[in-house]
């Protein structure tokens, strides 16, 4: 069931990567949205997958939350934003999490948390200071 709000930044959701092909991610995952609702792209938004799994190799560009803030994960699970995997996908793609028969939720990060992950975004670019 696809988003019919624009989400703010640090937003988690679930997003359906289905349709994608190999070595892109290719399934339901959590995101973070890292962009602001911007003029004339009111169907897209910036997202950064998050994945339970460490990087191998800790890079700047892999940043690791504070908590999880997953509601079908324990809190203290660890969580690393992908920054290196930055998409610009539709809305149409987005879902909250489901956590009853008719109830969804959209947890937000903390505010720190956006700030690391936008750090490592850019690091990811090659613009950061990393």
Same mark, same amino acid.
């Given at each position: 069931?696809?988003?019919?709000?624009?989400?703010?930044?640090?937003?988690? !959701? =679930? *997003?359906?990567?289905?349709?994608?092909?190999?070595?892109? $991610?290719?399934?339901?995952?959590?995101? &973070?949205?890292? +962009?602001?609702?911007?003029?004339?792209?009111?169907? !897209? =938004? *910036?997202?950064?997958?998050?994945?339970?799994?460490?990087? $191998?190799?800790?890079?700047?560009?892999? &940043?690791?939350? +504070?908590?999880?803030?997953?509601?079908?994960?324990?809190?203290?699970?660890?969580?690393?934003?992908?920054?290196?995997?930055?998409?610009?996908?539709?809305?149409?793609?987005?879902?909250?999490?489901?956590?009853?028969?008719?109830?969804?939720?959209?947890?937000?990060?903390?505010?720190?948390?956006?700030?690391?992950?936008?750090?490592?975004?850019?690091?990811?670019?090659?613009?950061?200071?990393?």
């Amino acid at each position: 069931m696809p988003l019919k709000f624009h989400p703010r930044a640090g937003a988690l !959701l =679930v *997003a359906d990567f289905r349709g994608f092909e190999p070595p892109e $991610i290719c399934k339901r995952r959590p995101v &973070v949205v890292v +962009s602001p609702r911007l003029p004339n792209r009111g169907d !897209l =938004v *910036a997202v950064v997958p998050t994945s339970t799994t460490a990087p $191998i190799k800790q890079l700047p560009y892999h &940043v690791k939350l +504070s908590q999880n803030y997953a509601p079908w994960d324990a809190p203290d699970d660890g969580v690393w934003a992908k920054c290196d995997l930055l998409m610009n996908i539709s809305l149409k793609r987005m879902d909250g999490f489901k956590v009853g028969k008719r109830k969804w939720i959209t947890p937000a990060i903390s505010a720190a948390d956006l700030e690391n992950v936008r750090a490592g975004v850019l690091a990811a670019l090659g613009f950061g200071s990393h």
